[in-house]
DNA sequence: GGAGCGATGTCCT
DNA sequence: GGACATCGCTCCG
């Protein structure tokens, strides 16, 4: 099965909104145990750096927060609520800190897998899988000590981002979820009428 | 179908 | 010690 064009490290280089809306509608994939897990970017939050309160590298660079401020297309994986993890993929240039949270997938491939790893049956409803960010999280099986600091510009990490030519129609722009500081800043992007955006 | 709430680990103050 | 970029369950309409 021919692979398609990967997102490379310049896609990353630029501004997290920007970025953000750029993902939207492109494919995320994961290579577990020797499968595909894919699914189509429906729904992204943008973090800013030292100018964005409610983003991680506001306070400055922590060891947990690090991987912020190194170079582009690396994953940021944290632990959150002491029960879920949210993964992002770090844009700016290296140096400046930036991400982009990835909330919702519409699933394309190993669905069933997903369910598995979800704990849900086989034909429980696609919408369940990974709609919202610790849902995206259990259906690819991410998790920080296994994800956190990889390269997802490179085919060998097993996770990375496909575009497949197709563009969302619409880009509806909203205010960002789960967060006190900056909540007005409307950095939270998805594709109009997707059902699988989550809440 | 929606509001309310408890669970639970890690990090930083 | 408190905050936290969440989820799924209960209860009520």
């Known amino acids: 099965m021919p692979s398609l064009p990967m997102l490379a490290r310049e896609f990353y280089e630029r501004p997290p909104d920007t970025v953000a809306r750029a993902l939207l509608g492109k494919v995320l994939v994961r290579r577990h145990e020797g499968q595909r897990l894919a699914g189509r ?3 992204v939050e943008a973090y800013q750096g030292l100018d964005d309160p409610a983003a991680h590298a506001f306070a400055g660079k922590t060891p947990r ?8 297309g690396v994953a940021y994986v944290y632990f959150i609520y002491g029960m879920h993890y949210c993964l992002n993929i770090s844009c700016e240039p290296e140096g400046q800190a930036g991400c982009v949270l990835l909330r919702a997938l519409e699933p394309l491939e190993g669905l069933e897998t997903m369910a598995e790893l979800r704990g849900l049956d086989a034909d429980a409803p696609p919408r369940l899988l990974a709609s919202g960010p610790g849902r995206l999280c259990q259906a690819l099986g991410i998790t920080r000590t296994t994800h956190n600091g990889i390269d997802v510009t490179s085919r060998r990490a ?3 981002v496909e575009d497949d030519g197709t563009a969302p129609e619409k880009i509806e722009a909203l205010p960002r979820v789960g ?3 900056a909540a ?3 950095l939270r992007f998805v594709i109009a009428g997707n059902r699988f955006v989550s809440r």
């Open 184 to 186: 007005e800043r409307p």
């Open 41 to 43: 970017i429906v729904e």
């Open 65 to 72: 927060n690090a991987v912020l401020f190194g170079p582009p």
């Open 158 to 160: 097993g996770l990375h």
């Open 179 to 181: 967060i006190r500081k």
